[in-house]
């Protein structure tokens, strides 16, 4: 069983309008990080598969990010 508390964050994350938002977030984010930090390698075709696991951490840091700051605004919000 989780504790309840992490029961709580995980509805409140995965509602439609709070995931809706976040993946937008973390989409945006996402590929604007994969351009910045791998733009160059993929341009010059030196790809490695060290490079699509790094691309996948650009979208699941900013998404991680996101879901922390809708639960923070929701703690805040509850008092």
């Given at each position: ?9 995980f ?34 075709g ?34």
């Open positions: 069983m989780w504790p309840v508390e992490l029961r709580v964050a509805d409140t994350c995965r509602t439609p309008t709070n995931l809706r938002r976040t993946l937008t977030i973390a989409l945006v984010v996402g590929c604007i990080l994969s351009i910045i930090n791998e733009g160059d390698v993929i341009v010059h030196h790809a490695i598969a060290a490079t699509g696991l790094k691309i996948g951490f650009n979208f699941v840091v900013p998404f991680i990010v996101s879901n922390l700051g809708v639960l923070a605004g929701d703690r805040s919000a509850r008092g």
